[in-house]
């Protein structure tokens, strides 16, 4: 059984920065690509931040380009979101998920997700 479980969120000051990590564990780490969502108390979940497995492109949504940073690391089974220049509008609870195959951006695509991890930026 696939699971992945993300570690790394807290209450930081705005213009601050975290670290988000996600672990997979229970198969081959290299078959599934991993993104990261998150949503906000009344909002729909959103695609953030997502990495390409076949060639390592990276993809944001526009809100954090320039301020987030995606990465892997395979010999770990390691996602990572490295966010820097944290605004307000920032705070959400932050997801990891996973599928087989080919990165997309729909959350509905997903049937592989982690627990998620709170990101609260004060003012």
């Known amino acids: 059984q696939v699971q992945l479980v993300e570690s790394g969120g807290g209450l930081v000051q705005a213009g601050g920065s975290l670290r988000l990590s996600c672990a997979l564990s229970g198969s081959t780490f290299t078959n599934y690509a991993t993104v990261w969502f998150r949503q906000a108390p009344g909002k729909e979940r959103e695609f953030v931040a997502g990495i390409s497995l076949s060639d390592g492109s990276t993809y944001y949504h526009d809100s954090v380009k320039g301020r987030f940073a995606i990465s892997r690391d395979n010999a770990k089974s390691m996602t990572y979101l490295q966010m820097t220049s944290l605004k307000p509008e920032d705070t959400a609870k932050y997801y990891c998920?996973?599928?087989?195959?080919?990165?997309?951006?729909?959350?509905?695509?997903?049937?592989?997700w982690g627990q998620g991890t709170q990101v609260t930026v004060s003012s």
């Open positions: 998920a996973a599928r087989s195959g080919t990165m997309v951006v729909v959350p509905r695509a997903y049937d592989i």
